[in-house]
């Protein structure tokens, strides 16, 4: 066997030194990434006009159903003329939805952005086009006939469903088509809400999985495409403007925080609620068809208490920024808004969480309001923008959607603390978040941590192992199967590198070809050269990066690659499974191992 000369004499302390020719950067995009870019105003445009659709939609059937008449006015359910009998009415839809969800498509059930997640990551980012008409049309029906439901939810998996079928004309990838989806989510909430930056923040807190430059630019491009075209449809300016502030200085820090606190509570209590009621569900000895139209009886009921409770609820909203609402009045809305928005969620109705959410929390600080200085519609922004933080495990997002929605910047340190403090509370109390425990309950698990890839850091020269053992490409074949069947010799590896004169590895040799020889027999005087010569040979170079060698030792299915150098392609080490195995165990060891660098008395 021949030995490569050790690559320490090419590099300082044995390592190898980058070389230009790797050609890498800080990102991975590529001119590819125009083609999404150039398809975004599409889907951009689309998920604008989607979310028109869903609003008109659900004003008609509100109308329809409350008032028997065809439009599309904005109406208060209080005043609706039907009585006592309006609480027949959530019922009606939630038949419907249910006869719609059993025999179109199940996927329209829930609130729409754990499907969006789950066909992101486990469907290839492929939505069935039923799914984009059905989604609405449920959402619509369901909201219209009094369901305590947002419209985002629902408009985040329409635009999706847009983006992903304009997506399906193409010859995309998985990931383009992921890109596309979420950029028809983004546009559709931005137009619904005015919130392009918090749409942005969103899709990539909640949906991209990744911050690449190939995703993010084609996202925010479809948001500020809905955000242009949503004066032309929408009413301009914040959806509800506040002109409220806080001082963090003093006390009103620990008040904030305090606020955040309590909607993290708040936020774990509410999805203990949803899942508890949908387990109580799951034991009803009937059809799942039928669980919604349960979940609208205690709607209609809940409705005869606190009719401001049912439907999107936005004049409710801007009633608690207001502090137009009386204590009782909200803590009736509070407490009969989170009975039938956990009760109909946990039944599978068609409906969003982040209008309830807002609500729900906006009504807790405005509760809060009433003991601390400053006027009770702060506090209850505050407290809108903590419970979402800490319900959907979304900090920024809900910090800055609140700016938007209320076009007020100077609260913006102030929901920061608050969001954080929440989203402390549920991350720590909480595995799963109200969005994700659906999903793990169908057996996928989802990991929201965003961090570096460690062989998007390492380089092959970092792992490979230097000192090489090697067979000649001059060995004839016969002596290379008995140096693998000699038990005298010692253990051998599964493979070995077979090298010319010069160092250069023509080929590798493994226990299996030796074996298929044995069986097959060789032509006399045939060298190992000879044998391997031909053979696909995957091959690797110090200065590359660990994932790029991955991927080819992947695809090839190889488990030991010769590593050379670039200018002479001379043998310098090799790299095999287990050193890639070191790479994950590095950063193990970096999240788990605690030292004490700086001894007391050291300067």
Excluded at 205 to 214: D, I, M, Q
Excluded at 342 to 357: D, F, H, N, R
Excluded at 433 to 438: D, V
Excluded at 528 to 557: C, I, N, Q, Y
Aim: glycine share 12%; charged share 15%.
């Amino acid at each position: 066997m021949s030995r490569p000369a050790d690559p320490a004499a090419h590099a300082p302390h044995g390592r190898a030194a980058p070389t230009r020719s790797a050609k890498l950067g800080d990102f991975t995009i590529d001119r590819g990434a125009l083609r999404l870019i150039a398809m975004a105003p599409v889907v951009g445009t689309a998920g604008t006009a989607a979310a028109w659709v869903l609003l008109q939609l659900i004003a008609l059937v509100t109308n329809f159903a409350y008032f028997g008449r065809f439009s599309t006015a904005a109406v208060d359910l209080g005043h609706s003329p039907l009585g006592m009998t309006a609480a027949l009415v959530p019922p009606a839809g939630c038949l419907i939805i249910g006869l719609m969800a059993r025999y179109g498509s199940e996927k329209i059930r829930g609130h729409g952005i754990p499907e969006a997640i789950e066909a992101i990551l486990i469907g290839s980012s492929r939505i069935q086009p039923k799914v984009a008409v059905l989604k609405p049309l449920s959402s619509a029906i369901s909201i219209g006939t009094g369901g305590p439901f947002g419209a985002e939810g629902p408009i985040i998996m329409t635009g999706g469903a847009l983006g992903s079928l304009f997506a399906q004309l193409f010859h995309l990838t998985s990931a383009e088509r992921k890109t596309l989806l979420v950029a028809g989510a983004a546009a559709g909430m931005t137009a619904i809400f005015g919130t392009p930056v918090a749409a942005v923040l969103l899709a990539v807190e909640l949906l991209l999985f990744e911050w690449k430059p190939r995703s993010l630019i084609p996202v925010a491009t479809a948001a500020i495409v809905a955000a242009a075209l949503r004066p032309l449809l929408f009413d301009a300016g914040p959806l509800f403007a506040f002109g409220g502030t806080v001082d963090l200085s003093g006390p009103a820090l620990a008040a904030v925080i305090g606020v955040g606190i309590a909607a993290g509570l708040g936020s774990g209590l509410l999805t203990a609620l949803v899942y508890g009621f949908e387990d109580l569900f799951e034991r009803l000895p009937i059809h799942w068809m039928w669980w919604p139209v349960l979940g609208g009886v205690v709607i209609g009921l809940g409705g005869l208490v606190e009719p401001a409770a049912l439907g999107v609820g936005y004049d409710s909203i801007r009633a608690l920024l207001a502090g137009h609402l009386p204590p009782a009045d909200v803590l009736r809305l509070l407490v009969v808004k989170a009975v039938i928005w956990s009760v109909a969620l946990g039944s599978g109705t068609s409906g969003g969480v982040l209008a309830p959410l807002l609500i729900m929390g906006g009504a807790m600080g405005a509760l809060e309001g009433t003991v601390l200085p400053g006027g009770s519609g702060v506090w209850a922004l505050l407290g809108m923008a903590a419970m979402m933080g800490g319900t959907m495990r979304s900090p920024l997002t809900s910090a800055i959607f609140a700016v938007e929605l209320t076009g007020n910047l100077g609260m913006l340190p102030a929901l920061l603390t608050a969001c954080v403090a929440a989203y402390a509370v549920t991350v720590l109390l909480l595995k799963r978040s109200i969005l994700t425990e659906k999903i793990a309950r169908r057996g996928h698990h989802i990991l929201r941590e965003y961090i570096v890839d460690p062989f998007e850091l390492t380089r092959v020269g970092d792992v490979m192992v230097a000192r090489v053992d090697t067979l000649p490409a001059v060995m004839p074949v016969e002596d290379a199967v008995a140096f693998f069947t000699d038990e005298a010799g010692g253990p051998r590896h599964k493979s070995y590198p077979v090298v010319d004169a010069a160092g250069r590895p023509v080929g590798m040799v493994a226990r299996a070809d030796v074996l298929r020889w044995t069986m097959s027999g060789w032509p006399r005087g045939t060298t190992l050269g000879d044998a391997v010569s031909g053979l696909p040979l995957v091959t690797g170079h110090p200065d590359e990066l660990v994932g790029r060698l991955a991927d080819r030792m992947t695809e090839a299915d190889a488990g030991r690659v010769p590593v050379i150098r670039r200018e002479d392609g001379v043998l310098v080490g090799i790299v095999a499974r287990k050193d890639l195995l070191r790479v994950r165990a590095r950063l193990r060891t970096e999240e788990m191992e605690r030292a004490r660098l700086l001894l007391p008395g050291q300067r």
